[in-house]
């Protein structure tokens, strides 16, 4: 038989490798799409079939996660043997100016959607993944971080992420739902949004190279993450689906590093090396270009987020052993493939212009 799976977050980063490994595998994929004055599946476009197509492996549905009516009609439809969780409101700076719609989306959304598993009484045919988030920890009480270390929000959106945790924790125990959480680090990829800091740094470091663009503004050039790549991250949404128990995993690559060293290691896969000068605000980055010293990054206090995630380091002991899972791209691979895919796009935005 088939299996038949439903993606929520279908066109963003996640959803689009996931999309791509479910195919692989076999699946029928079903995706939620919400609408958007211009076209928002770029990263889904090469799955796309006709929609005139007869049983098409990949089919779009309208929905969103504040509108309990679509998610039950899509569900209902459907027939999901696996509902995978990963539409989101994402972006951590963004949830301070949009509080009240990232907790509609991020916490109510998660529970709109178990509802309707609910409500349908498919809640024995159909498993459940959250796209939970090494956010969740926060202010960090332990080092590395694990599944039992305690939460410590430091966002809207990471609040928001919370409720989802344990709303899917208590349909798991309430109503016996396969319903696990994966508590993913920060997972990167050409596809990443733009705004994000490794995609916003990739990108602009490409078109400074290319002469598109003179500067790139940051905020904490501290901050210290654990970054692995998105392609090895969704594997694992997916292997959690297949356990015999449902249960809560850490992914992360157990390596950390800052915002700095990311800029440094991209700018030196673009073939320039980047000497840090001043304290604060003030700091900048200088490099040498064409026999010439040129600052090319700078500070913008507007980045600053009003509570700063500081350091993140997952230990991803349990999924390496319950799971069989070793993340395969390093770091330095990462960032030389997200340089190397934007120095390609801005050679063609160079064409164009
Ligand atoms: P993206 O921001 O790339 O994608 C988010 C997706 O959610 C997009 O498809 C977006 O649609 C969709 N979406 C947003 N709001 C709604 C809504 N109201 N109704 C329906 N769909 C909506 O995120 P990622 O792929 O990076 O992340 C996937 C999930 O994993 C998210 O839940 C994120 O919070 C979580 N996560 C991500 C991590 C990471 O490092 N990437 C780490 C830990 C957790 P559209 O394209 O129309 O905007
Ligand atoms: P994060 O990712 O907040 O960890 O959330 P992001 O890439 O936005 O920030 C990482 C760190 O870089 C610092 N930073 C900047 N960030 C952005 N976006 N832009 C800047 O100019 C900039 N300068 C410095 C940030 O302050 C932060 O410390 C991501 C999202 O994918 C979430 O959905 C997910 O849950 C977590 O990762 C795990």
Same mark, same amino acid.
């Given at each position: 038989?088939?299996?038949?799976?439903?993606?929520?977050?279908?066109?963003?980063?996640?959803?689009?490798?996931?999309?791509?490994?479910?195919?692989?595998?076999?699946?029928?994929?079903?995706?939620?799409?919400? *609408?958007?004055? #211009?076209?928002?599946?770029?990263?889904?476009?090469?799955?796309?079939?006709?929609?005139?197509?007869?049983?098409?492996? =990949?089919?779009?549905?309208?929905?969103?996660?504040?509108?309990?009516?679509?998610?039950?009609?899509? !569900?209902?439809?459907?027939?999901?043997?696996?509902? &995978?969780?990963?539409?989101?409101?994402?972006?951590?700076?963004?949830?301070?100016?949009?509080?009240? /719609?990232?907790?509609?989306?991020?916490?109510?959304?998660?529970?709109?959607?178990?509802?309707?598993?609910?409500?349908?009484?498919?809640?024995?045919?159909?498993?459940?993944?959250?796209?939970?988030?090494?956010?969740? /920890?926060? @202010?960090?009480?332990?080092?590395?971080?694990?599944?039992?270390?305690?939460?410590?929000?430091?966002?809207?959106?990471?609040?928001?992420?919370?409720?989802?945790?344990?709303?899917?924790?208590? &349909? $798991?125990?309430?109503?016996? =739902?396969?319903?696990?959480?994966?508590?993913?680090?920060?997972?990167?990829?050409?596809?990443?949004?733009?705004?994000?800091?490794?995609?916003?740094?990739?990108?602009?470091?490409?078109?400074?190279? @290319?002469?598109?663009?003179?500067? #790139?503004?940051?905020?904490?050039?501290?901050?210290?993450?654990? +970054?692995?790549?998105?392609?090895?991250?969704?594997? !694992?949404? +997916?292997? !959690?689906?297949?356990?015999?128990?449902?249960?809560? &995993?850490?992914?992360?690559?157990?390596?950390?590093?800052?915002? $700095?060293? =990311?800029?440094?290691?991209?700018?030196?896969?673009?073939? =320039?090396?980047?000497? +840090?000068?001043?304290?604060?605000?003030?700091?900048?980055?200088?490099?040498?270009?064409?026999?010439?010293?040129?600052?090319?990054?700078?500070?913008?206090?507007?980045?600053? $987020?009003?509570?700063?995630?500081?350091?993140?380091?997952?230990?991803?002991?349990?999924?390496?052993?319950?799971?069989? +899972?070793?993340?395969?791209?390093?770091?330095?691979?990462?960032?030389?493939? !997200?340089?190397?895919?934007?120095? *390609?796009?801005?050679? $063609?935005?160079?064409?164009?212009?």
């Amino acid at each position: 038989m088939t299996k038949r799976a439903l993606i929520t977050g279908v066109t963003g980063q996640d959803g689009a490798y996931l999309a791509e490994l479910l195919l692989e595998k076999g699946y029928e994929v079903h995706g939620i799409r919400r *609408r958007a004055s #211009l076209f928002n599946t770029a990263r889904i476009d090469h799955l796309h079939e006709e929609p005139q197509e007869e049983d098409p492996r =990949f089919t779009l549905h309208y929905a969103d996660l504040t509108d309990s009516s679509s998610l039950m009609r899509v !569900m209902q439809r459907v027939q999901p043997d696996e509902v &995978y969780n990963l539409a989101a409101q994402s972006h951590v700076a963004v949830s301070f100016e949009e509080p009240e /719609y990232t907790a509609n989306v991020d916490a109510v959304g998660t529970l709109r959607l178990l509802e309707a598993i609910r409500i349908l009484g498919m809640g024995d045919q159909c498993r459940f993944y959250q796209a939970s988030s090494s956010e969740l /920890y926060g @202010l960090v009480q332990e080092v590395p971080q694990k599944e039992t270390t305690p939460f410590h929000p430091r966002s809207p959106y990471a609040v928001a992420k919370l409720y989802a945790y344990w709303i899917t924790v208590n &349909y $798991r125990e309430a109503y016996d =739902f396969f319903a696990c959480n994966g508590i993913l680090f920060n997972h990167e990829s050409p596809r990443r949004g733009e705004t994000f800091l490794t995609r916003k740094v990739t990108r602009a470091i490409a078109r400074i190279k @290319l002469g598109l663009q003179d500067c #790139l503004y940051l905020g904490n050039l501290d901050a210290r993450r654990d +970054w692995g790549h998105a392609r090895d991250y969704v594997e !694992m949404q +997916w292997r !959690m689906l297949q356990q015999d128990k449902p249960q809560d &995993y850490v992914i992360a690559t157990g390596e950390q590093h800052s915002v $700095r060293e =990311f800029v440094e290691l991209a700018a030196a896969e673009a073939g =320039f090396g980047i000497e +840090w000068q001043g304290d604060g605000v003030e700091e900048v980055g200088i490099t040498e270009m064409a026999g010439e010293r040129r600052v090319i990054v700078r500070i913008d206090p507007r980045y600053f $987020r009003p509570s700063e995630v500081d350091t993140l380091l997952g230990d991803p002991s349990l999924a390496h052993e319950a799971l069989d +899972w070793q993340p395969t791209t390093t770091f330095p691979e990462l960032v030389a493939e !997200m340089v190397e895919e934007d120095l *390609r796009e801005a050679a $063609r935005t160079q064409i164009v212009r």
